[in-house]
């Protein structure tokens, strides 16, 4: 294990996580504190992806990430679990978790926080469920991994809720049936139901919706948004997609080369962008009504103005 | 990045692999040993001598000791090799050429490729070595049909593994550019697939350079493989049965020279089978 | 120059089964990928054929541009029924003239050729240019063109990025000087800052090559800023057809007011998950 966690910071005080400028509420779920994530890249050198962001999921909010392929969004957010290799990773500043430093955690805490505490929900949801399996055993599966001593009733139960939650219309009968029965949008419901079935207080979606048609994306992000609205949890959305965020997320952190340029509330963000980059972003995605442009304005457009911005950030936090 | 060609980078990522390297070293060392040495040091691996019959390794410059009639078992055991890498090298290039040719078309025309496949199947239902001896028994017991009979036998290893790779190579859009575009079945097979599937065939022809080494000094051993007197390691090993009690060396250095080459051959491969794989390359 | 009122593509009621065949008579089972369709896409104009997976747009693609067979129907460019012709009428008056783009820009080139070789490859088998200088000229110019230069040359296709590799793919549909372009999905992979300077890209070399472009997608926010005509298919069929303003204006169908009601849009005062 290579971390290099942030010693000199108090373990035990969850109140100095508060964050007085953000609209969160006052003891947010999770903190990530000047987290900075590398990876190795040769015998000696080291390529650092996401380079010191800060930000706070509170309970019951949805934080969307929004950024653009490589720019370190899914990187961050795997590091939550810490769920890259150890052994080629380097990992910088801290991420506390309902007050807990998830860097110091062991390696049976971090597994009981996987799929317990925090459920992850990947982008292809093919791969992440056995073909060889049916549904239901490898949900009744993930609870008798988090719970032991539930009777076969409770664990049934708990399954079908969780299904229901994720929308599953019939539920039972999905138990019984193998991943490639189900369509694309069906199987993206079953991870989610398999993220759910330990009442995680936080559920991770990373990319959930890109691999599906839009009328099946409506539908899963009102699954998403009804969990936080009846069941309080707390999401990070990670997507590419600005509507995607815009439709879904109480805040949004805009990421660009390993750093946040940009944290506001939705109605914020989407109404007067500050930074140049996701003023960028918002111009370069064809509008759907309004006057038709000629020609769509790029990213490379404003890049002078950008990298100003960038490095006035890098130079303020150096 | 700045790499201009592909040369550098293969090199690179040879030298980054100790497994293929330390492989191919020692190949190129016994290769060099067997094929140069008894030609430089003169040695003759005929001459008997009844003087130093069975003599013990070291005695009177034998390096590995005489055999029963008194020839030279260092010599020997070189030519043994000459002759072993001859036909194993020489086989599996024969049947790297037919393979790739019968892999490449088998996977691009369906029907063809259904017929070829059986047939590879008929051909993999008998032992390798059943094979060889009643092909040996028929057409007479040369150094060439037993390298032919080798050649045919792993012939469906490496056609399966480049009829495979192709298949895989075929889904990629890049073939699809091509046939819109007009181009036809050979200038697809062949100035495109075929640069994508030759690591996959070096490395399968390398197995089965170690392979066919084995199973002609399985032949060799009873009697079907390389025509005595010429050594061979197989043929080496099975002389030295009867001494097995009294001159341990008959049987240890053949042996070992053998173990040894099919252990660096293989190491060999393996090494190449990661320099060469394409998906770590991206 | 053909006449303007000829239309440089028809499809004639596209039908295209696929069949699964087993051991018994009733394990064959006929599955509709096509029913069907009809469409026109006239001389530099944009038509955008839109559809969720599984809607056929893909399929329709493929019989277009020859690499598979209709079950029935016809296809025409520029009044010359294709449909049954052999692999070297193909080759000769039909390979050149429509050219696609791939939605995946890695596997749409050889890894192992140079971007030089991939470019000279497709202007050797058309018959593009008499010498090697002449092509190579052709090729710099055109990956120029594209936003690259002749330093593109000589590289690898792992040595550029997804955008990047989207521009070459493109390069190389035009040097073959084709009038028909069939994008299938070809901004989908692209982030959104790349596939803007794509998309202007394309607009751009609609005008200075004179293409017609057949532009399919699941996109629809993009159909609007490429497309002039579009049409949307669901399940093999073509359900609704027409200019991009009506169509996105009053569409006919519930289904295509469906598809267009769930594009999430940046705002987030629409509030189109509440209900």
Known sequence: MSQVNDLSAPLDTQDDTQDGTQDAQAQPLLSVDGLTVSFKAGRKDWITVVKGIDYTVGRGEVLGIVGESGCGKSVSSFSILRLHNERTTKYGGSIRFAGRNVFDMSNRELLDLRGGDIGFIFQNPMSSLNPLMTVGSQLRETVRAHRRGLGKDEIEQRCLSALRKAGADTPEEWMGKYPYQFSGGQLQRVVIGMALINEPKLLIADEPTTALDVTIQMQLLKVLRHLRDELGMSIILISHDMGVVAQTCDRVAVMYRGRIVETASAARLFSDPQHPYTKALLSATPPLDGPEPKRLKTVADSMAEIEAAYREQEHKEA | ?282 | ?275
């Open chain 3, 1 to 275: 120059m053909a006449t303007q009122h000829r239309p440089i593509l028809q499809v004639n009621n596209l039908c295209k089964d696929y069949v699964t065949r087993g051991f018994s008579h009733n394990a064959a089972n006929i599955f509709h990928a096509l029913k069907n369709v009809s469409f026109e896409v006239d001389h530099r104009q944009t038509y955008a054929l839109v559809g969720e997976s599984g809607s056929g747009k893909s399929t329709t693609a493929k019989i277009i541009s020859a690499l598979e067979k209709p079950t029935s129907g016809t296809v025409v460019f520029d009044g010359d029924n294709y449909t049954d012709d052999s692999p070297r009428q193909l080759r000769r008056d039909i390979r050149g003239n429509i050219q696609m783009v791939f939605q995946d820009p890695f596997s749409s080139l050889n890894p192992r050729k140079s971007i030089a070789g991939a470019l000279l490859e497709a202007m050797e088998i058309q018959n593009v240019g008499n010498t090697k200088r002449e092509r190579l000229d052709a090729a710099e110019s055109m990956l120029e063109r594209v936003g690259l230069g002749s330093w593109a040359l000589n590289r690898y296709p792992y040595q550029f990025s997804g955008g990047q590799l989207q521009r070459i793919n493109i390069a190389r549909a035009l040097v073959v000087e084709p009038k028909l372009l069939i994008l299938d999905e070809s901004v989908s992979a692209l982030d959104v800052s790349v596939q803007a300077q794509v998309l202007n890209l394309l607009q751009d070399l609609k005008e200075e090559f004179a293409l017609s472009y057949l532009f399919i997608t699941h996109d629809l926010s993009v159909v609007r800023f490429i497309a002039d005509r579009v049409g949307v298919l669901r399940k093999g069929t073509l359900v609704e057809e027409g200019t991009v303003g009506e169509v996105f204006a009053n569409p006919r169908t519930d289904y295509t007011r469906n598809l267009l009601d769930s594009i999430p849009l940046p705002d987030p005062s629409r509030h189109q998950l509440a209900g």
């Open chain 2, 1 to 282: 990045m700045a790499a201009d060609g592909n040369g550098p980078r293969w090199l690179k990522a040879l030298l980054a692999s100790p497994t293929t390297l330390v492989g191919g070293v020692l190949l190129a060392v016994i290769a060099l040993a067997c094929f140069l040495m008894p030609w430089l040091g003169h040695m003759d691996a005929y001459a008997t001598n009844t003087s130093a019959m069975l003599a013990a390794p070291g005695a009177s410059g034998h390096l590995m000791g005489t055999d029963n009639v008194g020839r030279d078992l260092f010599a020997r055991v070189l030519l043994g090799g000459k002759a072993s890498l001859t036909v194993g090298f020489s086989a599996a290039l024969i049947a790297g050429i037919v393979g790739l040719v019968v892999g490449l078309y088998s996977a691009y025309y369906p029907r063809l490729g259904y017929m070829l496949m059986r047939i590879c199947d008929g051909l993999m239902a008998f032992p390798a070595i059943l094979f060889g001896i009643v092909f040996v028994g028929s057409f007479g017991q040369t150094t060439r049909s037993v390298v032919l009979a080798l050649s045919i036998v792993f012939i469906p290893m490496v056609a399966r593994v480049v009829r495979s790779a192709t298949l895989a190579n075929m889904n990629e859009n890049y073939v699809q550019v091509l046939v819109n575009l007009g181009a036809g079945g050979n200038r697809i097979l062949w100035r495109n697939i075929a640069l994508n599937v030759i690591g996959e065939w070096i490395v399968e022809v390398t197995f089965v350079f170690a392979d066919a080494i084995l199973v002609e000094a399985a032949m060799s051993f009873i009697g079907a493989g390389i025509p005595q007197p010429h050594p061979s390691w197989g043929n080496m090993l099975y002389d030295s049965r009867t001494y097995i009690y009294s001159a341990w060396w008959l049987t240890v250095f053949p042996g070992v020279a053998l173990a040894l080459t099919v252990f660096v051959i293989n190491m060999f491969g393996d090494g190449l089978r990661e320099v060469l794989d394409p998906k770590k390359r991206r």
